[in-house]
Structures are given as structure tokens and as C-alpha cells.
């Protein structure tokens, strides 16, 4: 009886397993924390950057405050020549924030300026290198190990179900029964 209840839980276990292989790139924090201090009108504020590390290619930068979910700020991040700017869109997750992307061309530290009628805070953002292209296909290449592993843990317990399905008959050293050939 606990045997069965055993390999019963190994299922939910191994789907669990898969699912967590599967889905290692997603990112659901909220990124990292560059700046946090009071606005002129004695308001908090913090921007958070993600992903984390912020890396060449899309980078999103949340501004969180109740004056800029009001008036949304504009957005500067430069490095020497390069200049990206915009303004900030309510965030459709946090109603204190302010949300934009912005496409970083190339690695370095970057000024990050974010300003409205209510406030600044600046901060340097340190822009790592582009991963190498493996590490995107990664999850794939690796993703028949939990496949393969359900199956083997599926294919044993089969076999374990099968076997004990006749327990009495070997245990007494009799001859295990054999269906009438017709």
C-alpha cells in the first residue's frame, strides 16, 4: 500500500521537475534596484532596471512614484555620443509605476536620468555584454533529460505495478499461474 502511494506522488514530482527546467529563462523579479531617493516634493521614488544583469538589447526600466504614475517622466539613458530617450507609460503591473524599453546598442556605464515637473534621480547603469547564443538555446539542448527521466520513472513503475500485481504466487515458491491456452 505505501509503495503505491509512493509512486503515485512521483508523477506530480516529475512534471514539476520538467516545468521548472523549462521555463529557467523567465524573468518575474521586478529587476534590479539603480536608484531610490525623495522627489522635490518630499515624495519617494526608486527606478529598477531589468533584466538582471541589464545586458546589450532590451532593457526596461521602471520608475515607481505617485507623482510620476501621474505625469509620466522622461527617460534618458547616454553613453558619450549615444543618447536614448522617451517618456514613460503607466505600467500595466504596479499602479505607482512608470514603465519604458529601451533597445541598448553596446556595453559600457551608462547615465540614466529619469525627470518630471515632481522630481529627478540619476543614476549609472553598468550594461553587461550580450550572452553568447548558447546559453538562449540552453533549456532546449537540456530539455530531454527531464523527458527522459519521466519515461524511465514511468516505464520502472509499470514494471513495479506488474510485478507485485502477483505477489502471493511467489512468495510460496509455487509456479506462477498461466492463462488457459485455447
Known amino acids: 500500500m505505501r ?3 509512493t509512486c503515485r506522488s ?3 514530482a516529475a512534471v514539476l521537475v ?3 527546467t523549462a ?3 523567465v524573468h518575474g523579479d521586478g529587476g534590479a534596484l539603480v536608484a531610490r531617493g525623495d522627489l522635490d516634493n518630499g515624495e519617494p521614488a526608486a527606478v529598477f532596471v531589468s533584466p538582471v544583469p541589464p545586458r546589450v538589447g532590451l532593457v526596461a526600466i521602471e520608475a515607481a512614484s505617485a507623482s510620476w504614475r501621474a505625469t509620466p517622466p522622461r527617460v534618458v539613458i547616454s553613453r558619450g555620443d549615444i543618447v536614448l530617450s522617451g517618456v514613460a507609460a503607466p505600467s500595466p503591473i504596479d499602479p505607482l509605476a512608470a514603465f519604458i524599453e529601451f533597445d541598448v546598442p553596446a556595453e559600457g556605464t551608462w547615465r540614466l536620468v ?3 515637473a515632481a ?5 549609472e547603469v553598468p550594461i553587461a ?3 553568447p547564443p548558447w546559453r538562449a538555446r540552453l533549456p532546449w539542448m537540456l ?5 527522459v527521466a519521466i519515461l524511465w520513472l514511468r516505464s520502472n513503475l509499470v514494471r513495479t505495478r506488474t510485478a507485485s500485481s502477483r505477489p502471493a504466487d511467489r512468495r510460496r515458491g509455487a509456479a506462477p499461474s498461466r492463462p488457459a491456452q485455447s
Open 10 to 12: 512521483l508523477g506530480p
Open 18 to 20: 520538467a516545468l521548472v
Open 119 to 123: 522630481g529627478r534621480l540619476e543614476a
Open 23 to 25: 521555463t529557467s529563462l
Open 114 to 116: 529619469v525627470e518630471s
Open 129 to 131: 555584454p550580450e550572452p
Open 3 to 5: 509503495r503505491r502511494r
Open 143 to 147: 530539455a530531454w533529460v527531464p523527458a
